[in-house]
């Protein structure tokens, strides 16, 4: 217990911002009343997290099955929630874990990934533009573990605990600018998809500001992270 709790203020303080902290108090205090739920049903943050990767997959073997797209996107959007979720709850509940915040960057960059997709395969942005998303996304992944990466090959095995749990706890947590990053990743490509099935073109313009504007987070985000390994 005592160990989740350290975890836990490492989180929310370590490196984190006022803004990002601010952002993480009001979304636990807010699902506060759904996560107390989790915690009496025995609902822990990692199968919330599971969820979401479940859901992904459904909505994959949906595709592939010829369902309608509107059945496709409400799974995704469910899949999206889960990541708004599985965050206040692990903290709110003290079950906070380095494996937690490994799934849980593993199943943005799924779901991400597979949207990315859908929006290729329905033309909806051009190539050069979802090659320039990713490019900017496998640069900032890059930039963010190869310090972790070189460490890891240096330390001795009783060290590589420490290392791993640092490296969780502090850059795997985003700043303000990666949530707006990812958030402007999602939500433009959820529009962009909608716009398929509702009939309003403004929808489709929302989705491409929302990707340029991913764009330019991600530029920032690429700075910010590369400073951080000048210190």
Same mark, same amino acid.
């Given at each position: 217990?005592?160990? =989740? =709790? @350290?975890?836990?203020?490492?989180?929310?303080?370590?490196?984190?911002?006022?803004?990002?902290?601010?952002?993480?108090?009001? @979304?636990?205090?807010? +699902?506060?009343?759904? &996560? #107390?739920?989790?915690?009496?049903?025995?609902?822990?943050?990692? =199968?919330?997290?599971?969820?979401?990767?479940?859901? %992904?997959? %459904? $909505? %994959?073997?949906?595709?592939?099955?010829?369902?309608?797209?509107?059945?496709?996107?409400?799974?995704?959007?469910? $899949?999206?929630?889960?990541?708004?979720?599985?965050?206040?709850?692990?903290?709110?509940?003290?079950?906070?874990?380095?494996?937690?915040?490994? +799934?849980?960057? &593993? @199943?943005?960059?799924?779901?991400?990934?597979?949207?990315?997709? +859908?929006?290729?395969?329905?033309?909806?942005?051009?190539?050069?533009?979802?090659?320039?998303?990713? $490019?900017?996304?496998?640069?900032?992944?890059?930039?963010?573990?190869? #310090?972790?990466?070189?460490?890891?090959?240096?330390?001795?095995?009783?060290?590589?605990?420490?290392?791993?749990?640092?490296?969780?706890? #502090?850059?795997? =947590?985003?700043?303000?600018?990666? @949530?707006?990053?990812?958030?402007?990743?999602?939500?433009?490509?959820?529009?962009?998809?909608?716009?398929?099935?509702?009939?309003?073109?403004?929808?489709?313009?929302?989705?491409?500001?929302?990707?340029?504007?991913?764009?330019?987070?991600?530029?920032?985000?690429?700075?910010?992270?590369?400073?951080? &390994?000048?210190?």
């Amino acid at each position: 217990m005592e160990k =989740q =709790q @350290r975890i836990k203020k490492i989180i929310i303080k370590r490196k984190d911002g006022f803004l990002t902290a601010l952002e993480k108090n009001w @979304r636990d205090y807010l +699902l506060k009343p759904l &996560t #107390d739920k989790f915690l009496k049903f025995g609902i822990t943050a990692n =199968q919330i997290t599971y969820l979401g990767f479940g859901l %992904i997959f %459904i $909505a %994959i073997c949906m595709n592939f099955a010829k369902f309608d797209l509107r059945w496709q996107l409400s799974i995704l959007i469910l $899949a999206a929630l889960s990541d708004a979720i599985d965050g206040p709850t692990a903290r709110n509940n003290d079950n906070v874990t380095i494996k937690g915040t490994w +799934l849980d960057h &593993t @199943r943005d960059g799924l779901l991400a990934a597979w949207a990315s997709y +859908l929006i290729y395969s329905y033309k909806l942005l051009g190539l050069e533009i979802l090659i320039i998303v990713w $490019a900017l996304e496998i640069l900032l992944f890059w930039i963010n573990i190869k #310090d972790f990466l070189i460490k890891y090959l240096k330390v001795v095995d009783h060290e590589a605990d420490v290392l791993i749990e640092n490296f969780s706890l #502090d850059n795997l =947590q985003a700043s303000v600018i990666g @949530r707006l990053q990812f958030f402007c990743w999602i939500f433009g490509y959820l529009l962009l998809l909608a716009s398929l099935i509702i009939n309003i073109p403004t929808l489709a313009i929302i989705g491409e500001a929302a990707v340029i504007l991913e764009i330019i987070f991600a530029g920032l985000n690429i700075l910010e992270s590369y400073q951080k &390994t000048l210190i």
